[in-house]
């Protein structure tokens, strides 16, 4: 196995270990979510019946949204984390080994992927229960997720890249609330896109998270739009590439630095 593959998945198994260590961690990035899909979703049950809605049942439009929600919210905090490595002098040890910067990254993404897909797959199963009814089948669920991890990865790798510039977790507290909170609103999740002011909807162009949204929701449609579904997913693989690239310039940064 080449340095990259060595590195990708010994500390992926780390991190992963790590997680499994303190379960209540998923449970507890869970219990937003959750709240949000069964309180929004009765609170805002007769928000299908307003013109050109075009949603038989709220749950159903709201659970894709969710997931994709959960992942950036997941992703956004993941910085964190580093900036504890950091402190701790972890970071420190692995650039002084062979190991593969790009591998260090993706191990964490890896990481983080995996539990997107945890959380997305109880928030679905959850929406079914309650009578979300989303079509799309197991293919569309699949889909639904596979669009998640890569927000997860698009802003993971943005948030590990800036806490390796930053190294403060006064500072990821602030870039994840100034991202956060504008990117859920400018988007589609809690309402449909053709309800929205006409210079939100030009900012949601312009949003990966309403990327993101409009490609889920279309899965679990009963009748994908393909070509929706591939576009939206190839501007975000392209965002995701960007991010990684940007977290791993900023080993050469922080090693400047010592």
Known sequence: MNTFGA??????????RTT??????????????VIWLLLYGQLFQKAVEIPNFNAANYTAFLAPGVVVMTALFASIWSGMSTVSDL?????????????????IVVSRLLTLGCQ???????????AEIVGA????????????????VLVAWCFGALSFGIAMLTRREETMIGVGNFLSLP???????FIARNLMPHWMQI????????????????????????NLVVT????????????????????GRYQRTL
């Open 203 to 226: 900012a949601a162009d312009l949003n990966p998270l309403e990327w993101a949204v409009s490609g889920a929701r279309t899965a679990t449609g009963g009748n994908t739009d393909w």
């Open 7 to 16: 590195t990708a998945a010994s500390l992926t198994l780390r991190h992963v």
């Open 183 to 189: 990117l859920t609103f400018l988007s589609a999740i």
């Open 232 to 251: 939206r997913g190839g501007l975000l693989v392209l965002l995701a590439a960007a991010s990684t690239v940007f977290a791993t310039w900023t080993f």
């Open 133 to 148: 009814n989303l079509g799309g089948g197991i293919s569309g669920g699949l889909l639904v997720l596979a669009v998640a």
């Open 20 to 33: 499994l260590r303190i379960p209540v961690f998923i449970a507890l990035t869970l219990f937003q979510p």
């Open 87 to 103: 402190r701790l002098g972890i970071i420190d040890r692995y650039l002084t080994t062979p190991a593969s910067r790009p591998g």
């Open 116 to 126: 997107v897909i945890v959380q997305g797959t109880i928030i679905l199963v959850l």
